[in-house]
């Protein structure tokens, strides 16, 4: 009679645990570490040459390469990629860099 008894309670116990780790407190979720990743957009800036023409300026020049950079931002980085153009004006023929502002997702797998 022992037997059927701590057998029937071994069982009540093994159900009652079974279905706690499965549904209850101790979920089996708990025991896995899941990473948090969140989709991050960078941009990165690339350059164009483009050889200037006669009545270019540089918003002409901006405008037939557009891009989703703000128009201050692409200006300031106009600037950094040609240097010698902060005081002077553009001169026919001369080869200015252009920036294009390229997006980059980083994608969690």
């Not at 800036?45 to 891009?67: K, N």
Request: aromatic share 12%; charged share 20%.
């Amino acid at each position: 009679m022992r037997y059927i008894i701590f057998t029937i309670l071994f069982f009540i116990i093994a159900a009652v645990i079974k279905i706690d780790l499965q549904e209850g407190t101790l979920s089996l979720a708990s025991f896995y570490a899941e990473e948090i990743c969140e989709e991050q957009i960078t941009y990165e800036w690339q350059h164009i040459g483009v050889r200037v023409q006669q009545s270019d300026t540089v918003h002409s020049l901006f405008a037939a390469t557009p891009t989703t950079a703000p128009f201050p931002e692409r200006l300031a980085e106009f600037y950094k990629a040609n240097p010698h153009l902060q005081q002077q004006s553009l001169v026919v023929g001369e080869f200015v860099k252009l920036p294009i502002r390229k997006q980059i997702e980083n994608k969690c797998f």
